[in-house]
Each structure stands twice: as structure tokens, then as C-alpha cells.
């Protein structure tokens, strides 16, 4: 098993523009297993991720912000499977 590095207290958790710092995203990664990306829009059928993966919609509004992918793929496709939390 990898050695896990915890993040820095020296450092904020995300930067001035709000985005996750990266060394506690890859600590956060190594003890949760889960990855978190964010953009715009829905992530079906433009985002490739695996299992696990959380995504935020930076442009959603009340009920269209969060997703979760919970199939691999579907019929190949690595950015199908996307579930709306």
C-alpha cells in the first residue's frame, strides 16, 4: 500500500479562485478513493471518470448540482453513467 502524505496545515484547502488545493485533493483521493472534478453543465456523455468520481456543476441551480458516476461505462463508453445525487 502507498504511503499516505497529509496535506500541509501551511496551505488552505482551496486557492483564491475557490478550487480545491492539490495536494489535499490527491490526500483527500488517497483516503477516500474518490476523485472530484467540477465544470459546466451536466457531466453524461462529456466527462470520462471512473467509478466513484464526484462531480459538481459550477452553472447548476437547486437540484442539478452534484453528481455521482456509478457505472463504469455503459456499452463501452467511460463518460456514460453519470447519476444526478
Given at each position: 500500500?502507498?504511503?499516505?502524505?497529509?496535506?500541509?496545515?501551511?496551505?488552505?484547502i482551496?486557492?483564491?479562485?475557490g478550487?480545491?488545493n492539490r495536494?489535499f485533493?490527491?490526500w483527500?483521493?488517497?483516503?477516500t478513493?474518490?476523485q472530484?472534478?467540477s465544470g459546466?453543465?451536466s457531466p453524461e456523455?462529456?466527462?470520462a471518470?471512473?467509478q466513484?468520481?464526484?462531480y459538481?456543476?459550477?452553472?447548476?441551480?437547486?437540484g442539478?448540482i452534484?453528481y455521482?458516476?456509478?457505472?463504469?461505462s455503459?456499452?463501452g463508453?467511460?463518460?456514460k453513467?453519470?447519476i444526478?445525487?
Open positions: 500500500m502507498a504511503e499516505i502524505i497529509n496535506p500541509s496545515p501551511n496551505y488552505p482551496v486557492n483564491d479562485e478550487q480545491s495536494e485533493t490527491l483527500l483521493q488517497q483516503m478513493g474518490l472530484i472534478l459546466s453543465g456523455t462529456v466527462v471518470a471512473s466513484k468520481t464526484l459538481m456543476n459550477t452553472a447548476g441551480t437547486a442539478s452534484l455521482i458516476k456509478r457505472d463504469a455503459i456499452g463508453d467511460k463518460t453513467g453519470w444526478l445525487v
